[in-house]
């Protein structure tokens, strides 16, 4: 009795699997080649701060997972992989900036509105933000306005192009990072050592005057809660 032979596997699926096995092992080879330093660890650290942003993050899981899913595929084919793993730098400010607003507030230190106010007059030898304020113009205000609601947005994307444009080559990689990393510690500083801009105090200070030479005086609002009058 002849043996029935087993059923003919399709063209379209083996192309796929050949696909699919051709793809993880282009991926896995450099990964077995890379000569490993210290400098790697900084993978590490992007993936505590997005497993992170990834678990307090307050989005339906069918948002976050897809996300995930494509920044990991993304990293397979070698093209997109010498594009995503400098990107992951800015990406990780970027999502670290976004998550802020999930975190608890029992989580959060008190916010300390006299330690910047202390460093102006140690640096400069006075209050230049009580200084600036005495006297407040529109020009002022637009001249504040411009470096740091435009300027401060535009000049990334502009410095990246022209990285691109006159740069030699890998220095776009290297500016992304340092970039990325630089704004990923502004946002850490913000959350584990939050300090009130020095106005915030020199407005404190006015609130306490008032309230003890003028007690039904309309003061301003409040200090923000959990905030800290001290060193």
């Not at 010498?82 to 230190?109: D, K």
């Not at 890998?170 to 990325?180: E, I, K, S």
Request: charged share 10%.
């Amino acid at each position: 009795m002849a043996v029935p032979s087993p059923p003919a596997i399709p063209r379209g699926f083996r192309r796929v699997h050949r696909a699919v096995i051709s793809t993880l092992a282009s991926t896995l080879r450099p990964l077995q080649q890379h000569h490993y330093t210290l400098f790697d660890l900084q993978y590490l650290f992007l993936f505590l701060i997005f497993s992170f942003c990834f678990w307090i993050m307050d989005n339906p899981l069918l948002f976050k997972l897809p996300v995930a899913l494509t920044a990991v595929a993304l990293l397979i084919p070698r093209r997109t992989r010498l594009f995503m793993l400098p990107f992951f730098a800015p990406a990780s400010w970027l999502i670290l900036f976004y998550c802020c607003r999930f975190v608890p507030s029992e989580w959060r230190p008190h916010i300390f509105t006299s330690v910047l106010p202390a460093l102006e007059n140690i640096l400069y030898g006075g209050s230049i933000s009580e200084m600036l304020a005495k006297s407040t113009t529109p020009f002022k205000d637009i001249l504040a306005w411009i470096p740091y609601g435009v300027l401060h947005y535009v000049l990334p994307i502009v410095i990246s192009v022209l990285v691109v444009c006159f740069g030699p080559p890998g220095t776009l990689p290297v500016y992304a990072r340092t970039f990325g990393y630089m704004n990923v510690a502004g946002v850490l500083t913000q959350i584990f050592f939050p300090c009130a801009p020095p106005c915030k105090h020199t407005r404190h200070t006015l609130c306490v005057f008032l309230s003890l030479s003028l007690p039904s005086a309309s003061l301003p609002d409040k200090e923000p809660r959990g905030s800290k009058q001290t060193l």
